[in-house]
């Protein structure tokens, strides 16, 4: 049987999406048959101001994925911190950069799930993954929700707990906050979930 491949890509600034792309990479390695790879988009900020921000290193054991890359893969799970209700502009101007493949439809029919990070909860829990879907749209990408498979985690009142129906998510406040335990297990699942999705979409060999 071929192997399905899932790449997981992320933009992250202070590093609270990585945190939850790396939980995310785990959970889709974890299907057997699936070969699952962690990218990042291209940082489109000078280094002065990521410095004014106090921004962290980029992680130096993940590739930076050019656009064309894209096509290798079979499934995708995609993550962002969040700008005004809506993925960081790093990530964007990664989508725009994908116009030759947009034009030629080369990623029609792939499926992908998202996750993010916001400040807090007014910060684009739920409108962050709704603008996103309109990317993967004009892609044809199909977009995979988690719907309320993660269970009872998914209804948890009694701790603060970022994502939803949409995806994986998790809170950043001031900069301070780490993604909790429970974050992590629902990106944990989230990865597994939409890499057994990829699995089962994936066109096998005659």
């Given amino acids: 049987m071929a192997t399905t491949k899932v790449y997981v890509i ?15 990479l785990k959970g889709a390695s974890s299907v057997p048959g699936v070969e699952a ?30 656009p064309e890359q894209l096509v290798e893969a079979d499934g995708f799970i995609f993550g ?24 030629s439809q080369q ?7 998202v996750f993010w990070s916001t400040g807090f909860h007014g910060g684009g829990q739920e409108n962050t993954a709704l603008t996103a879907i309109t990317q993967l ?10 719907g309320y498979t993660f269970g009872s985690g998914m209804f948890e009142i009694n701790e603060v707990k970022g994502g939803s129906s949409y995806g994986a998510g998790t809170y950043a406040g001031d900069g301070r906050r780490e993604p909790t335990e429970l974050e992590l297990q629902q990106a944990f699942y989230q990865g597994k979930y939409v890499a057994g999705i990829a699995k089962k979409l994936k066109v096998q060999p005659q």
Avoid: C, N
């Avoid at 962002?80 to 034009?103: I, K, N, V, Y």
């Avoid at 749209?137 to 988690?146: D, E, K, Q, R, Y």
């Fill in 37 to 66: 790879t962690l990218w990042q988009v291209p940082e489109t900020l000078p280094e002065r101001v990521l410095e004014k921000m106090k921004a962290p290193p980029k992680e130096e054991d993940v590739a930076v994925i050019r």
């Fill in 80 to 103: 962002f911190p969040s700008r005004f209700g809506m993925m960081a502009a790093q990530f964007l101007a990664f989508f725009d950069s994908t116009h030759e493949l947009w034009a």
């Fill in 137 to 146: 749209a004009h892609h044809g990408i199909m977009f995979v929700p988690l």
């Fill in 10 to 24: 992320y933009y992250s600034l202070h590093g609270h999406v990585v945190r939850m792309a790396r939980e995310i």
């Fill in 107 to 113: 990623l029609a029919g792939k499926p992908a799930g």
